[in-house]
């Protein structure tokens, strides 16, 4: 390890074990340096570096602070890592995606509200109109996914599928783009989760899950031949779902 990055793990070391819990402002740099035994220009390169991680957080005139560490703040590198992978890491990407979607469908029939479902029944009929707008249709299948998985109220898993599907949402477009029956599958894929939600059915709601993206793995095992790059993900914003 450099000298930098060990004076990044003591002061993980410290925010771990409670010395400097979340929302916590750290001491003064040069405070700090003298208890770490560490050079100020040391302790200024492992600040810096923790702020990009988003551990600490500068308030200009205040000094700095230990973020929330909540994990949508954490995980938030890991969308643009995974944005960087190439050629059959999206297949790999889809693997991560069938072992933990299904799971966190079951999970959110037995934790979803009737608003959640609300929003969750929004987007599926917005799909049916877009049915011949492949961009916008692939838009509001990913705002779907994405309202399911709020409504199991666990922000890690969100926050990990969130950015797992930012790169399969571009492998969804490609296919609607490439597929004419593609549309039409992914819609009734979409109603039987809905339909398990509806029923609150964990077990039924898995296999829902699990069959769509079984869909999705298949097709691209099918046509996406090694090295072969995904096209960039659509420009178009639609309104977006509420948080």
């Known amino acids: 390890m450099s000298l930098t990055d060990r004076a990044i793990a003591r002061i993980r070391r410290m925010i771990r074990d409670g010395e400097l819990p979340p929302g916590s402002k750290l001491p003064p740099e040069q405070q700090l340096a003298a208890e770490l035994g560490l050079s100020r220009n040391l302790m200024r ?11 600490l957080e500068i308030r200009r005139g205040d000094g700095t602070y230990v973020t929330s560490l909540a994990p949508g703040l954490l995980l938030e590198g890991l969308g643009g890592a995974v944005e960087l992978l190439q050629g059959d890491t999206v297949l790999e990407l889809t693997e991560v995606r069938r072992l ?15 608003e959640d479902l609300a ?18 249709l692939t838009w509001h299948d990913a705002a779907f996914h994405r309202a399911v998985i709020h409504a199991t109220r666990n922000e890690t898993l969100a926050t990990l599928l969130e950015h797992i599907s930012g ?77």
Request: no cysteine; hydrophobic share 45%; proline share 6%.
């Open 45 to 55: 390169e492992a600040v810096k570096s923790l702020v990009v991680a988003r551990v």
């Open 119 to 136: 929003e969750v029944e929004r987007h599926l009929s917005a799909m049916r109109e877009a049915r011949a707008d492949v961009e916008l």
């Open 167 to 243: 790169r399969t949402l571009r492998a969804r477009v490609w296919r609607g783009q490439a597929d004419a029956d593609a549309a039409g599958r992914t819609i009734t894929e979409h109603e039987a989760i809905y339909q398990a939600l509806v029923a609150r059915d964990p077990n039924l709601a898995q296999a829902a899950a699990l069959m769509h993206i079984n869909t999705t793995e298949r097709w691209l095992r099918d046509h996406l031949t090694e090295g072969e790059r995904i096209p960039a993900a659509p420009r178009r914003q639609p309104n977006r779902p509420r948080p």
């Open 100 to 114: 933990f979607e299904p799971a966190a469908t079951a999970l959110a029939a037995t934790r979803i509200t009737d």
